[in-house]
């Protein structure tokens, strides 16, 4: 019972060119992450959207964008891809707080590993 | 922002012993506080968490136990077993803006 699926597993591009990974829930969570991990490191977070609302970490940089077309989807767009941003790159994905302010869970996907050559 | 810090960065124990890893955290806002297990090639999985109002939580060899006052918290894993072995991360969260603070990281080795 696959709950954050992301595809594909493994994703090899050139420098360059341009590459799209993509992931998608089960769970009708609103809110959605795209984190980068680099060997050895933890989760770096790239951005979230709070339903279709987007945000992006202050250091996040230009080259990577991402669209959530739809409560299900959001991918994210490399659109020139180097040799620094070959790592793990992971989709979260959670509900809002709850009525007291408590955060939920976050649920992570198996990951895609992207290679740049 | 928050600063969580996680230590120690690896840790071999020895089957049947128990592992502790800790974490510090620098906002006290902070009221989230959950631990994941990634073993190698795959994402994060929630293992336990534990929110602000509570001091200590058990799941079966897993506990987590956490000091307000002090901004640390720590996962305690007994009758460690070889499957156990994977990279343990911490993570602090406000709530507010959803964001989630990842501490480094501790390797854990269980040496059969």
């Known amino acids: 019972d696959a709950m954050v699926i992301q595809n594909p597993r493994y994703q090899v591009t050139q420098f360059g060119k341009p590459v799209t990974l993509s992931c998608s829930q089960t769970?009708?969570?609103?809110?959605m992450y795209w984190y980068q991990q680099k060997s050895s490191q933890a989760p770096k977070l790239l951005f979230h959207y709070y339903d279709k609302d987007f945000n992006n970490e202050a250091d996040t940089p230009d080259n990577f964008q991402s669209r959530r077309p739809n409560t299900s989807f959001c991918f994210l767009d490399i659109r020139s891809p180097g040799l620094g941003d070959a790592a793990m790159y992971l989709c979260?994905?959670?509900?809002?707080?709850?009525?007291?302010?408590?955060?939920?869970?976050?649920?992570f996907g198996p990951g895609t590993r992207l290679t740049v050559t | 922002g928050e600063n969580v810090e996680q230590h120690p960065s690896t840790l071999s124990v020895q089957e049947g012993d128990s592992a502790v890893i800790k974490c510090t955290y620098s906002?006290?806002?902070?009221?989230?506080f959950p631990w994941y297990k990634q073993e190698l090639g795959k994402g994060p999985q929630l293992i336990i968490d534990i929110r602000s109002n509570v001091g200590e939580k058990k799941d079966q060899r897993i506990a987590v136990t956490l000091n307000k006052t002090a901004k640390h918290f720590s996962l305690h894993i007994t009758e460690t077993q070889p499957e156990d072995s994977a990279v343990y991360f911490c993570a602090a969260t406000r709530g507010t803006g959803n964001q989630f603070y990842f501490g480094t990281g501790t390797s854990l080795t269980v040496i059969p």
């Open positions: 906002d006290s806002a902070s009221n989230y």
């Open positions: 769970l009708n969570h609103n809110v």
């Open positions: 979260a994905t959670s509900r809002d707080v709850d009525r007291a302010g408590e955060p939920y869970e976050q649920y």
